[in-house]
């Protein structure tokens, strides 16, 4: 029903019809909260305590029937188990993936996360004084990159589009294009964590299609090679995504009408993700988003 392309690092529907599969197809494992940068629009609020070796492997168990796992934080390469953990998810998915700020990444440890990941989400804002205006720690940034690439690992740079940013997405086009990332993920910022604080700051639906035009044409006369996606709430609606905290609370993210913009729809710690499927309110929005039918694209 649904087929991963490795290369294009997104689903295939190989039906002629929009079908909601028995699973989701990809749910992000939150590891840990700690984080060693301070971004301007950070979606987490409030800590809890990192996710140790048994419930790792508790939740894993749960997850059976997923076909991609992304493994996320905080920072998940401060989690002092994230090595077992990303062997962990390599015996039990076909996809793993890792979303990191790659400031950690050294030439050696890349070497030794690279043979557990498919591909890593990095995000970059924007050139060096822009970017640590909005994240910091830039430079290391691209050092981790360059590791990961050195090691043989394939990538996706990410990038959190608001007014302060909004004119710099050709000179991130073509750093992910230098690094040969297979995707330049757009995204907007939710009213979420810190994300409340700069919300107001978020383009409209119409300024986001108009930047997206003029990134196309740049990519086209320029010849550059990566994959564009750029992701508007209101086309994708809400709940699309399946994050699990690191004490196993399941949630749809982001659902506007709830507070801290997600919505409760589970616990791994008394029920299977089979389960929690079956009830969950977003199925379609889901599917959608993840063979990128709600998202505009260009290839």
Not at 119 to 124: Q, S
């Amino acid at each position: 029903m649904y087929q991963f392309n490795y290369e294009k690092q997104h689903f295939i529907n190989t039906g002629n019809e929009l079908e909601i599969p028995e699973n989701p197809l990809t749910v992000t494992l939150q590891i840990n909260r700690t984080c060693n940068l301070k971004c301007v629009y950070c979606s987490e609020y409030g800590q809890i305590d990192d996710i140790s070796m048994k419930n790792a492997e508790e939740y894993v168990s749960r997850l059976k029937g997923v076909k991609r796992v992304i493994i996320s934080g905080g920072e998940p390469l401060m989690h002092r188990n994230v090595l077992e953990i990303l062997k962990l998810c390599r015996e039990n998915f076909d996809v793993v993936a890792l979303a990191t700020n790659a400031t950690l990444i050294t030439r050696q440890k890349a070497e030794v996360i690279v043979p557990y990941v498919d591909y890593f989400d990095i995000t970059i804002d924007g050139p060096r004084n822009i970017h640590n205006c909005i994240r910091g720690a830039y430079d290391n940034i691209i050092e981790g990159i360059q590791n990961i690439r050195n090691a043989g690992g394939k990538l996706s740079i990410v990038t959190v589009l608001f007014e302060k940013n909004k004119d710099v997405l050709p000179y991130i086009a073509l750093l992910a294009d230098t690094f040969e990332a297979e995707k330049l993920k757009i995204l907007s910022p939710i009213p979420k964590g810190k994300g409340v604080d700069i919300y107001d700051k978020r383009l409209t639906s119409e300024e986001t299609e108009k930047i997206f035009r003029r990134l196309v044409e740049y990519k086209d006369k320029f010849g550059l090679r990566t994959k564009l996606v750029m992701t508007d709430w209101n086309r994708i609606r809400e709940g699309h995504a399946i994050l699990i905290h690191p004490d196993g609370t399941v949630v749809a993210s982001p659902v506007w009408t709830q507070k801290s913009c997600v919505e409760i729809i589970g616990d791994l710690n008394g029920a299977d993700i089979h389960d929690i499927w079956e009830n969950y309110p977003y199925k379609e929005h889901h599917v959608s988003k993840y063979i990128e039918k709600t998202m505009r694209v260009y290839a």
